[in-house]
């Protein structure tokens, strides 16, 4: 009966990961800004960690946490080659 | 069984975390306060849930790898919110969350129009190239 609970808990956990992955990814798709979007980029680093966890936890395969190493390290160099992007374009004055 | 439990209010933990950076990134003001969400909890949330998968399972290489992502966690996300904060500033955008003086003024260059409305005057007229 205990273990039902626990498995019922993880999905539940894992459901509500997948409702804050969504909002992100709507935050990402219609940003109010440029910057705004970035920022829900470096918020999918997180996200991606946290899912990658919950799929380890599931599967008990060790692999998946390498590839939520993965999407941390790609995420953290886009992120920073967005905002130096934006710091160049931002910069120019007419 | 009880590292089972204990793993998962961890787990449970960070995703409070999550959710709660969710929220600071849909309602919060200006993206200074937008970033300050995303980076803080966000971080926050994917370690407490790592550490919640690595206490469950207890095995070597689980926490190893576990720990190792954790610390470029740790190591990455500040690089990235400074180089982000920073470019949002020098590219001008909207303070409006702003309370009391702007403590950088005259410390960085800083653009007086948002970028996006640049971007989209640029779109009607060509501008000169540098």
New interface residues.
Partial sequence: M?AGF?AH??TF?LG??VV?LA??GW?LVTGR????R???L??L??????IA??I??AT?R?EF??V??GT??TA?IG??AL??F??R?????? | ?IL??L??LL??I??FF??A??VG??RFAD?LQ??HA??KA??V???F??L??MV??G?L??TL??L??IA??FL??P???H??G???Y????RLDGLTGGDALEGVL?R?RV???ER?AEGAEAP?DK?
């Fill in positions: 205990s626990l808990a993880h956990l509500v990961v804050v909002l992100t935050r800004t440029l910057v705004d970035i920022i829900a470096d918020m680093t997180g996200v991606a960690v946290a966890g919950f380890t936890a008990g060790r946490l390498d939520g190493f941390a390290l953290f992120v920073v905002s130096a934006v710091e374009k931002g910069r120019r004055q007419k | 069984m089972e439990i793993g998962l787990q449970a960070g995703v999550l959710v950076a969710i990134v849909l993206p937008r970033m995303s980076a966000g971080t949330g994917g370690g849930v790592l919640g998968v469950e399972m095995r290489d689980v790898i576990g190792a992502t470029f966690l990455t996300v690089i990235a919110g180089l982000l920073r470019a949002t020098v590219s001008g955008a260059e653009s948002p970028l996006e971007l501008q540098r």
